[in-house]
């Protein structure tokens, strides 16, 4: 269908309190919807045990991310962490997987800490920096896609402004140099995740200008041809999309967010023929984001549950026609966050599914007749409407709560202590850990948000 039949059909998609437009048939509308992200992946951190790459592959990803961590190592410890890393890469493509590594910009080498940074302009701190990622992409050669990071970590110690973006452009070039010579079999992508602090590493997140410099520089990148083009990729943080400091940061200073990328940007992409144009949405998956509500400082999650929430970014990445969407777990130890999980790479396979369907799906893993599963499902729900995102979210960009029958958390917890015990699977699904210890998780959770809100009753009124 060409344009010009395009113009008459435009849907508004209220994702948020803030809409985003996208002009289409309804025939388009309905194809964008129901289709498969091509890359459904995992910033996975580092190489896992067998049964996280079983548990992910069965969850729907074909794509994991590991970072080199690598320039933090005493000498003495670098061979056998590239070795593993080497060993990682080519077990997680036995099981089926893509695998990306992320390779970090201007960053200082062991013996300093992992955010100390060199001034770009340096040319010789800047030809060791590019020798040392000159010798990761040989070790890790057999990567399918090597990924360039811009900036947390990274970035300009002094306020450079704009020549501070042109000089990551600079390095970012010398970079895919070194893939094509070195890995000529793998793919080269840029990752914007904070290229603002290359302006100046010292811009506060926590005000406008930097999500506004953010979408700024993100712009020119994509836009510059010379670096973003059939043989580079390019991955989006859609911070402005989701993410809960930046809704803090504009609700406070009573503006909207500008979107970005649009669907009409990353159209323009697509005709210049560029093929990975992903999302790089980190948190949601891991619930806590920036750490100021919930369990800050206290206490890891004992279980999260975030899938409205990555039911809106994944539509959102559908809607404007990203090609690939990547979210970040706590590698080996993401059994903490396996709803979530499941629940993010079930959205980039399935538009038509809801959170509901999904958490019917998960918790009929769980328990060990109907009766269990429905109240596992419940808890879920439960725990969900007074999660930690949901906490650190403006209230008008919140997902509506769900309908649950539990109004506190000690009815839940009750309803959870009288289903049947159980510790093997019920059904051919390979969870991470038995329903038993799941169930555990859960608890524990509950008891928690009753401690934290011993008055709070479920929102249950609130039809999603």
């Not at 500008?258 to 009409?264: G, L, Q």
Request: hydrophobic share 40%.
């Amino acid at each position: 269908m060409g344009y010009k039949q395009l113009i008459k059909s435009c849907i508004i998609v209220f994702a948020t309190g803030l809409s985003a437009v996208a002009c289409q048939s309804p025939e388009e509308a309905t194809s964008v919807r129901k289709s498969t992200l091509e890359t459904i992946g995992l910033y996975a951190f580092d190489a896992a045990e067998e049964e996280h790459y079983i548990f992910w592959k069965a969850c729907g990803y074909n794509f994991l991310q590991f970072i080199d961590k690598g320039l933090w190592l005493s000498p003495e410890e670098q061979d056998g962490y590239y070795e593993r890393l080497a060993r990682g890469i080519e077990d997680a493509q036995r099981h089926g997987f893509k695998v990306g590594i992320l390779l970090q910009s201007n960053l200082l080498s062991y013996p300093h800490d992992w955010w100390e940074t060199f001034d770009p302009r340096d040319s010789m701190q800047m030809q060791a920096r590019l020798a040392t990622i000159e010798a990761v992409v040989k070790r890790c050669r057999k990567a399918d896609v090597m990924e360039f990071y811009a900036g947390d970590p990274g970035g300009a110690p002094d306020s450079l402004g704009a020549e501070g973006i042109a000089l990551w452009k600079d390095m970012a070039q010398e970079v895919r140099h070194l893939v094509h010579q070195y890995a000529p079999t793998a793919m080269f992508n840029v990752n914007i995740w904070a290229v603002s602090h290359w302006d100046y590493i010292q811009i506060s997140p926590w005000a406008t200008f930097f999500w506004d410099k953010e979408v700024q520089y993100g712009r020119g990148i994509a836009g510059d041809t010379s670096l973003v083009n059939p043989m580079t990729g390019i991955e989006f943080p859609l911070h402005n999309y989701y993410r809960s400091l930046a809704f803090k940061a504009y609700e406070e200073a009573g503006v909207d967010p500008e979107r970005f990328p649009t669907a009409d940007g990353i159209r323009a992409l697509k005709q210049r023929g560029i093929e990975r144009i992903w999302g790089w949405a980190h948190f949601l998956i891991d619930e806590v984001d920036d750490g100021y509500t919930g369990y800050a400082g206290t206490k890891t999650h004992p279980a999260q549950a975030e899938t409205r929430y990555l039911h809106r970014i994944v539509s959102d990445a559908r809607q404007i026609g990203l090609t690939g969407m990547i979210s970040n777990c706590d590698g080996s130890n993401s059994a903490v966050e396996a709803m979530n999980v499941y629940a993010f790479a079930r959205f980039c396979q399935d538009g038509d599914l809801t959170p509901e369907k999904v958490i019917d799906e998960y918790a009929s893993y769980l328990g060990a007749d109907t009766t269990s599963q429905e109240v596992i499902a419940q808890v879920i729900r439960f725990i969900e409407n007074h999660s930690t995102w949901e906490q650190s979210l403006p209230e008008r960009n919140r997902v509506a709560a769900f309908t649950c029958r539990f109004e506190t958390a000690g009815a839940a917890l009750d309803a959870l202590e009288r289903i049947p015990h159980h510790s093997s699977q019920t059904k051919q699904f390979p969870l991470l850990e038995s329903p038993a210890e799941y169930l555990i998780r859960l608890k524990d959770r509950l008891r928690d948000i009753a401690a934290l809100n011993p008055d709070v009753s479920s929102p249950s009124s609130t039809q999603r």
